[in-house]
C-alpha cells in the first residue's frame, strides 16, 4: 500500500516512501534484528528502572531510532570509529557494549565507562572505537572528522561514523564539520537522525529546509534521505556511504527520518506533540517491522522472533540484576585523574 | 634530530618555529593545523616553509573554522597523533570555546583516554591592534581543569616549552607574545632539550621584593629591576613560564626571602591572572609578608586601539618602577 507521508518536513507537503531496499544476507539479518530487540528491551528495563527510582537522574531513550542505530552500525568494521548520540543505543550494544555498563552510567557507579565520573548518557568505549558524547550535541561532529582524519593519517582505509539530530543541525559545529570534511575529503559519514522534534521544538522551528539531506549540496557532498525505520533501507544506504568514504571519495550525510516516540526524557511527557502524529508512527515500529521482515524472507518463523525478543528481555533482566549491587565510587578518589601522566 | 639550531641569533618566533620543525621532523604524528599556516606559513609567518617541508598531509589549511578545527584536532588527537592548533589570534579562540571547555578539558577526567593537544594562541597588547586583537585570554582557561598553560618570555624558553606541550599527554595552551615574536632574540645556536612545565625560574636575584610576573612582563620586569638597582633597591624577577599548574615552591620560596610581593601581568586587573598568585602567596606566606601582595595589571577594560589609549591600558615601565620601589621601601 502507499505509505502515509512520514518522510516530510511539514513545510514540503506529501513525499512517498521509497520501496523496501532488499534485505541482507541471512546471519546478518537476524543479528541485526537481535540488537534492535536488545535495545527495545534493555531501554524498556531503564524505563522502569527509572520509574523505581533506580536512576540518578532522567533516562534518554531510542525508541523508534533502533533501525538507525542498528542499521548504520552494522554497515561499519571494528576498526571504524563512531560518535554516536543517546538515541544509539544500537550502535554501542553492536560493538560490544555491555547493557550493564549502559545502565551503571545511569546510575553513577564505578563500574561505569567513566567511573561515575560521568553519567546518564555520556558513556562510551574508545577500545571498542566509540567516542564519548558529551551533551552540545553536534559536539562530536567536528571530533569524528578527527578521528577521520587520523585514520586517514594513518595510511588506514577505516571510517568514522558521527550522528546528530534534526535539533543539532542548527548549531556552528554541524556546518564546521561539513565543511571540513568535504574540503578535506575526509572518510567521514555523517548520520541525521530527524526525529521530528528538538526537546519541544518541532521542525517548523528548527530549520526552513525542505529536509537535511539536501544540506549536503552545500558542502559538495552527496546527501540522502531515508526511512529511518526500515532496518535494512539504513543499512542499505550506510553501506553505500561507507563504502565510499573507505575508497577515499570523502563524505557523506544521510538524514534517517523517524519519531521521538517518548519524550526528550523520560521526565517529559513530550504533550506537545500531537497525537495523531504519534499515533501514525505507532505503526511503524522498526522493530516489529523488522521481524515481519525476517518472517517474510524466512529468515525466522513467529516463535524464532518470540525467542529473540524472550532473549532480549532476559538480558536485559539479567544486567539490571547484576548492577544495582556493584559499587559507587569512592569519594577520595574524585581528585584523580584530571591530568594524564 | 638537531639538539640545537644553527643560527647566530635567534628571534622568539623563531625559536617557536625551530622548536615546532624539530618536532615535526621527530616525530611524524605530530601536525600542525589552523588558518593560513600552509600556503601563506601564518599570519605571522612562524610557519613559513612548513607546507614544503612536511607536505599538506600534515601542514593542514583549514576553513575559518575554529571550533571545527578545535574539534577535528581533539578527534585526531584521541586516536593518537599530537595535533598543534595555531589560533592565528588568541582573541579567535573564543570561538572554540565549548570544544575545548566541554570536549577536550574534561575528557581524560571522564574516560581515562588522553588528548595530547597543543593550542598555539599568540596573545596580548602593545600592538596596537585593538580590542579583539590584544587580548589575554589566560584567566578564562586557567580556571578550568584539565588543562595546561604555559607563556613563555624567552627565546629559550618558547622552544623548550612548546617541545613540552607537543610531548605533554595533556591539552596545553601555549600562550605565544605576538609583541616580543621579533623583539627579542636570544644568542645561536638555541638548545632545542625541553623545558619542564610547571617550573618557573627566578630570572634576577633579589633581596627587598619579589615581582612575580611571564611573557612581556619578564621583560618590563628585568628593565625596572636594573634602574632600581641604581637606587640600591634588590629587585628579585620571577617569571613563571607555567600558569598552569603553577610551580608554588619557587614562588614561595621567593617570598619568603624577600618578604613582600608585587605580581605583573598585562591581562584586566579585575578576576585576572594575579589573583589567583596574590591568593597563593598569602595563604603560603602570609606571616613572613612585611606588606600586602600589590597587583600590576591592565585596566578593567577592552584593550583599545590609539596609541594614547593602549600605553593607558596596559602597564608601563615608569608604574612598575614606582609601585616596586614603594612596595620595597614601606
Known sequence: ???????????????????????????????????????????????????????????????????????????????????PLHRDLGVHLWRGMEPWQVMASFMGKATSPTGGRDGTLHYGRLDLNIINPVSHIPNNYPVATGAAFALRYRGTDGVAMAYCGDGSTGRGDF??????????????????????????????????????????????????????????????????????????????LIEAVTMRMHGHAEHDPADYVPAELTDLWAKHDPVEECAARLIEQGFLDEDGVAAVRAQARATALEHRNKVLGMPMPEPDSEEERVYAS | MPAKTAAATVTYLEAIADALRAEMDADPDVFLIGEDVGQFGGAFKVTKGFLDRFGPERVVDTPIAESGFTGLACGAALMGLRPVVEFQFADFISCAFDQIINNCSRHYYRTGNPIPVTFRAPFGARLRAGPTHSQSIEAYFAHVPGLKIVAPATPEDAAGLLISAIRDNNPVLYLESKYLYRRVEAPGPLSLDPVPIGSAKVVREGTRVSLLTYSVGVHQGLEAAAKLAEESISVEVVDLRTLVPLDVATITASVNKTSRAVVLHEDARRHGYGAEIAATVQEECFWRLDGPVVRIAAKNTPIPTSPQLEDAAVPQLPEIISTLRKVATT
Open chain 1, 1 to 83: 500500500m502507499e505509505e502515509e507521508d512520514n518522510m516530510a518536513n511539514p513545510r514540503t507537503g506529501t513525499r512517498t516512501r521509497k520501496p523496501k531496499a532488499a534485505t541482507v544476507e541471512r546471519d546478518l539479518a537476524v543479528r541485526m534484528f537481535e540488537v534492535m530487540a536488545l535495545m527495545r528491551a534493555v531501554e524498556d528495563r531503564m524505563v522502569t528502572m527509572y520509574r523505581q527510582g533506580e536512576l540518578l537522574g532522567s533516562l534518554y531513550t531510542g525508541h523508534w531510532h533502533e533501525a538507525i542505530a542498528v542499521g548504520t552500525a552494522a554497515a561499519l568494521r571494528a576498526a571504524d570509529v563512531v560518535a
Open chain 1, 175 to 252: 556546518h564546521e564539520a561539513l565543511n571540513i570534511a568535504g574540503v578535506q575529503h575526509l572518510p567521514c559519514v555523517f548520520i541525521v537522525e530527524n526525529n521530528q522534534y528538538s526537546y519541544s521544538t518541532p521542525l517548523t522551528l528548527t530549520t526552513a529546509s525542505a529536509d537535511f539531506a539536501s544540506k549536503a549540496a552545500g558542502y559538495g557532498i552527496p546527501g540522502e534521505k531515508v526511512d529511518g525505520t526500515d532496518v535494512f533501507a539504513v543499512h542499505e544506504v550506510a553501506v553505500q556511504a561507507v563504502a565510499r568514504a573507505r575508497a577515499g571519495d570523502g563524505p557523506s
